[in-house]
């Protein structure tokens, strides 16, 4: 009888199942739909899907595991980009020294910089003052001069070189003057002589002269016999014979020093001149051995004058005389302003 019991419960629940009551998978498969629908795909069930589900799910992963590729990709770039700059930013740089040479003369420091390349930048300041920039665009050799500034300073020199290397130089430098007046330098020319004169607002110290790269000759103020007052100095210097360069130079008692005057000179002996006469002609022949300028001719009171553009060395002219007694008076100049005459009274 039990087991007729037993039947029959059994034979009534499956029939309930049958029936519409859920059975133990539509139960799983409820809890998953009902409860986890919403994003919950870490208790999904992938062997339950259906093959378009898994599909979608397989293009998902490889989306995902192609971004992660590429960003480990792009993160080696950047480590191999990151080592090659930093060997880049520890080679060593090269190096072009610049050297620098001070030289004090008077009240004024000439600096001169030296390189094998040119100088990127140089500048100057006394003290902890502003900077000065000294021009270097293109060039090798550099020199500028500055004066003095009055007390017990410091002159502080910058240098870059081609290569971005930046060097510092510094020399102490004390003047106790506050005159910061030049001399000021004049030449004349008289005949065969050079007069240069050197005026201040203080006493003059010295002239200085030099012949192309000769020793410079100086002048001092107590040698000088025509020494006005102290505040002008003149010196009397013949002109050399032929092309050269005269540089000239004065300093004042306080240091202060004249601006460098330099001069190329073509001089040589007066001109020649030499007077003939042939022909009925009075033939007159010139000479210089750097060139003639002009000719003037005053013969009887008429006045005949040639200005030679060409600056010949030789120069010869004929002038028609008939009898009779005649006045002439000729001149001939040179380039550089020296001039031989003759005149004189003949008869014919």
């Known amino acids: 009888m039990n087991q007729i019991f037993g039947q029959e419960r059994q034979t009534k629940q499956n029939n309930n199942y049958n029936n519409g009551y859920p059975n133990n998978q539509q139960i799983k498969s409820n809890y998953y739909y009902g409860n986890n629908y919403s994003n919950n ?9 259906s093959p378009k589900k898994r599909k979608i799910y397989n293009k998902d992963i490889t989306k995902i595991l192609m971004f992660f590729c590429i960003l480990n990709i792009i993160y080696g770039l950047t ?73 017990n300073n410091i002159l502080n020199i910058t240098v870059t070189d081609t290569y971005d290397n930046v060097y510092h130089y510094k020399r102490q430098y004390i003047r106790n003057s506050q ?51 102290g505040k002008v100095l003149t010196t009397t210097v013949p002109v050399r014979r032929g092309a050269n360069t005269l540089t000239i130079n004065a300093q004042d008692a306080e240091e202060n020093m004249a601006k460098t005057v330099t001069y190329d000179i073509r001089a040589s002996n007066k001109p020649t001149l030499e007077l003939t006469y042939e022909d009925g002609n009075l033939v007159i022949y010139t000479k210089d051995d750097i060139g003639l300028k002009t000719l003037t001719i005053v013969l009887d009171g008429n006045t005949y004058s040639q200005d030679l553009s060409d600056n010949p060395l030789e120069f010869k002219a004929a002038i028609p005389l008939g009898a009779g007694r005649h006045e002439i008076s000729i001149t001939v100049t040179n380039i550089n302003g020296y001039e031989t005459s003759k005149s004189g009274t003949f008869d014919i």
């Open 41 to 49: 795909y870490s208790n999904y069930d992938y062997e339950e899907q």
């Open 79 to 151: 480590l191999i980009g990151s080592g090659v700059w930093g060997i880049q930013l520890n080679k060593p740089k090269l190096a072009d020294t610049p050297e620098v040479t001070l030289d004090k003369v008077g009240s004024r420091v000439t600096i001169h910089i030296s390189t094998t390349y040119p100088v990127k930048y140089a500048s100057y300041r006394w003290n902890g003052g502003a900077e000065t920039e000294i021009p270097t665009v293109g060039l090798t050799e550099v020199t500028t001069a500055i004066k003095v500034i009055e007390g």
């Open 179 to 229: 005159d910061n007046v030049d001399p000021v330098i004049s030449v004349q020319t008289e005949g065969s002589d050079i007069i240069i004169t050197a005026t201040d607002d203080q006493k003059i110290a010295y002239i200085s002269y030099r012949w192309g790269e000769e020793e410079e000759t100086i002048i001092r103020a107590n040698d000088a016999l025509d020494d006005t007052d």
